[in-house]
């Protein structure tokens, strides 16, 4: 099973930007999406934006035009460019993996929007 670890997850100025990377511990065959997750204490886990193998993307409204994601190769196959970060963006962030019927996650970094 792929192991998963998130860099680059610290302290950021409201407005400021930020970028996420995610590790993976072996290749990456497709068909695959790849994704990343936040969470609040209290709160379930929400997706940020998730990219598939065929370049296909899916984020969450409050994130719009803010959050990019994008691929590299391995071993670091995917980052979240986060952009004009909000003290509401403060969450741990977790790098996830699904492929067919196997899924990973990393084990989260924190990213804390200061005002």
């Known amino acids: 099973q792929v192991q998963l670890v998130e860099s680059g997850g610290g302290l950021v100025q409201a407005g400021g930007s930020l970028t996420l990377a995610c590790a993976a511990s072996a290749v990456i065959s497709r068909p695959y999406t790849m994704g990343w997750y936040r969470q609040v204490p209290g709160k379930q886990r929400e997706l940020v934006e998730s990219?598939?193998?065929?370049?296909?993307?899916n984020y969450v409204d409050s994130v719009k035009s803010r959050c990019t994601i994008y691929r590299d190769n391995f071993p670091v196959p995917v980052f979240l460019q986060m952009d004009r970060l909000e003290p509401e963006d403060t969450a741990v962030y977790y790098c996830?993996?699904?492929?067919?019927?196997?899924?990973?996650w990393g084990q989260g970094a924190q990213v804390t929007g200061t005002s």
């Open positions: 996830n993996y699904k492929k067919l019927a196997i899924e990973s």
């Open positions: 990219l598939t193998s065929d370049g296909v993307s």
